[in-house]
């Protein structure tokens, strides 16, 4: 389960809706240039949502996607949206919740969202502060997951208010809901107008790294980091954990089909030219000794290829978790692995020590 955040993405592990009608991903994008006169518009902010959407709705496969431009993003109507789509999203589904706009008090621990009609200077009494949007779109299921993704940590001020928005540290129940990251330290400014363009592109399929017709959160979050490094002061703050397989999109640049690992198997290995080998020549010790060797070493290759199906190939390195559970299974494996190797080793050696007629098994494959 994750959490994704601020410029970037708060992801959230999320509930399934008990309504007749449950999506498996659903999305609530906002867009806000200009909340109100006085603060400045961001010009890409609206059209950015809305290319978005189009990507979302059609490649990336997501069911229902609503959209809230403008003046139609109140405090209240956003709260409404967010609540709503947690009900209507399934169980074990995703949402996928995508703020563009301003944001205030990220500077004085007040860090708030400048919905429309909102004031700079009242940002968490006539916006939507944290508190309440985290509350809103808090998961009703360990099944379902919450993705939220922000951008509201720009430069200027009105009044002498800075317009820097919330930071993943300031966002409540991360270590329960999985990963928040965000373009910039809390009380920072970000480069603004980067991120949702970087999504659209990722969701649409760029980050599918692997080529496999899906774009998990794991890829999505790496396609976003290389996004940010390449931009002058632009940097992703994470706080949580986020699980490797969770898909977020269905879109794909997809060429070609990764090539399969070969598969382990178990060959005979010639005999030494000098003693010719037959099955009376076997000792019982090295036969003994390799048996449970090879059990050893097929045990580990089993485990292997078992947790592999849950695992992510991400530029040539597979990611499967870091929690307590896969470690103790990992060590687990590996033991095996070398245990039964090292019997191998040592059956083979004291078969060819001198006597009688000998022969001898090996292992191939790749763990």
Known sequence: MRLFVAFFALGFGVAQASEVEAYGRSAVVIGIAQPQATVPALRSAEDDTLGLAAVLSGAAGYEKVSILIGAQASASAILVAVTEA??????????LLVFVGHGAGGDYGEPALLTAGASVAQAEETGLSIGALASAARPRTPEQSVVII?????GGDVDGVALIGPSASDWPGIPDWGLAVTTKARG????????????????????DINQD???????????????????????????????ANLVMGDASMRVSLPTPLPPVSVVPIPPPSLEP?????????????????????????????????????????????DDLEYRRFRSTQHTLGWVGGALVATGVGLQLMPGPKQTTVGIVGTF
């Open 213 to 243: 017709g899906h774009v998990t959160i794991s890829e999505l979050s790496g396609f976003l980091k290389r996004r940010a490094d390449a931009v002058d002061g632009l940097a992703l703050e994470r706080r949580g954990a986020v699980a």
């Open 277 to 321: 080998a037959s099955p009376a020549g076997l000792r019982p010790l090295p036969v003994t000794v390799l048996a449970v060797g090879i059990a050893s070493s097929l045990s580990s290759a089993v485990m292997y290829f078992a947790k592999r199906q849950g695992c992510e190939d991400i530029e040539g390195s597979f990611t499967c978790g």
């Open 86 to 95: 947690v009900a209507a999203t399934a169980d074990d589904g995703t949402l």
């Open 150 to 154: 922000i951008d509201a940590a720009h």
């Open 188 to 207: 920072t400014v970000g480069a603004a107008g980067r991120i949702v363009p970087a999504l659209r592109d990722g969701l649409a399929g760029q980050a």
